[in-house]
């Protein structure tokens, strides 16, 4: 199957600091890319849908000023947490796929962000 | 909200096939049937998907109900590797995949 690659694997930072997560679809071209989160023992929950080249959709409930969704490029989503406090620790998976009807989403291989 | 129903967990001896159940009673007549499985502390893995017909690949083989109610995903020969949280997703078009909780299949030596 395709490949995405997210970016880092894992992160630490600091209370207030911000942290850009990078998608990329390796070996084929992303018009949609989507991103989620899991917090531990839960389910992966959409985040956002993006589309190249215009604003992302959030999801009820995901304040699109502190999660800053870029899509500039058909190999590159990215997705930046402003601000980050303690309970935005999870980890964020990015999926992408191509513009063809019914086929299906590949996914990043997540990043763990870790708030101190 | 999700609009299948899974069993919470199961187990499976290695060696053998791993028959994973998935009811979506309310499916819609353009929805296909998504499997993707995620090992602990990775992204989830796209399996196999369906519209109706049976359909098998290298991973595992989907079966789906005539009345399209309901399907299993069958993987042949289940190994130490397969455990894992399987999720079965209905989805039409290019909507975004809407995960629910899974089953967590255990594989037992």
């Known amino acids: 199957g395709a490949v995405v690659s997210q970016h880092p694997s894992w992160v630490i930072c600091k209370s207030g600091t911000s942290v850009k997560i990078e998608c990329r679809s390796l070996?084929?071209?992303?018009?949609?890319m989507f991103w989620y989160r899991q917090f531990p023992k839960q389910s992966l929950m959409l985040m956002a849908t993006s589309n190249e080249g215009s604003k992302a959709t959030y999801e009820q409930g995901v304040e699109k000023d502190k999660f800053l969704i870029n899509h500039a490029s058909l190999t590159l989503s990215t997705l930046t947490v402003t601000s980050a406090h303690p309970e935005d620790s999870s980890f964020y998976i990015c999926s992408a796929r191509t513009g063809g009807l019914n086929t299906e989403a590949f996914f990043g291989q997540g990043t763990r962000l870790t708030v101190v | 909200d999700a609009k299948t129903t899974q069993p919470p967990s199961m187990d499976c001896a290695e060696g053998r096939a791993a028959n994973l159940p998935c009811n979506h009673s309310?499916?819609?007549?353009?929805?296909?049937v998504y499997w993707y499985r995620q090992i602990h502390s990775q992204g989830p893995q796209y399996i196999i998907h369906?519209?109706?017909n049976n359909e098998t690949n290298e991973m595992a083989s989907l079966i789906i109900t005539e009345d399209r109610k309901s399907s299993t995903l069958i993987l042949p020969h289940a190994t130490l590797r397969d455990t894992a949280v399987y999720y079965c997703?209905?989805?039409?078009?290019?909507?975004?995949?809407?995960f629910g909780k899974g089953t967590r299949l255990s594989v037992i030596a």
């Open positions: 369906g519209l109706k």
């Open positions: 070996d084929f071209q992303a018009t949609t």
């Open positions: 309310t499916i819609s007549g353009n929805e296909y």
């Open positions: 997703i209905v989805r039409s078009g290019n909507t975004p995949l809407v």
